[in-house]
Nanobody, 124 residues
Framework: QVQLVESGGGLVQAGGSLRLSCAASGRTFSGGLMGWFRQAPGKEREFVAAITWSGGNTYYADSMKGRSTISRDNAKNTVYLQMSSVKPEDTAVYYC?????????????????WGQGTQVTVSS
């Protein structure tokens, strides 16, 4: 009954920007958090960013600090990831994730729900 749908992926030139969206249906996550992971071919899925639904506290992977912003729209039950100064190494499938409780952010198996993913390709 919980579904996460990502959008906003696509092809972007290095140095450019894009915004990813994740719309959640079903139960809300007011007591937990939502975030983003990414996975490149042959690589492990890695944590990107997260935000607590109630307080809006944000957390970022070191590679994202200074060039990404995670935000949420409570009315739309949607989380966004604004990326700027993108690099070819940002190329990956980006997955939206959510949990009704606060979980260890970087531990993939702790998150309850996952979206289908959206492809981001950065050209050099």
């Amino acid at each position: 009954q919980v579904q996460l749908v990502e959008s906003g992926g696509g092809l972007v030139q290095a140095g450019g920007s894009l915004r990813l969206s994740c719309a959640a249906s079903g139960r809300t996550f007011s007591g937990g958090l939502m975030g983003w992971f990414r996975q490149a071919p042959g690589k492990e899925r890695e944590f990107v960013a997260a935000i607590t639904w109630s307080g809006g506290n944000t957390y970022y992977a070191d590679s994202m600090k200074g060039r990404s912003t995670i935000s949420r729209d409570n009315a739309k039950n949607t989380v966004y990831l604004q990326m700027s100064s993108v690099k070819p190494e940002d190329t990956a499938v980006y997955y939206c994730a959510a949990s009704h409780t606060i979980v260890p952010l970087t531990t993939r198996r702790e998150w309850e729900y996952w979206g289908q993913g959206t492809q981001v390709t950065v050209s050099s």
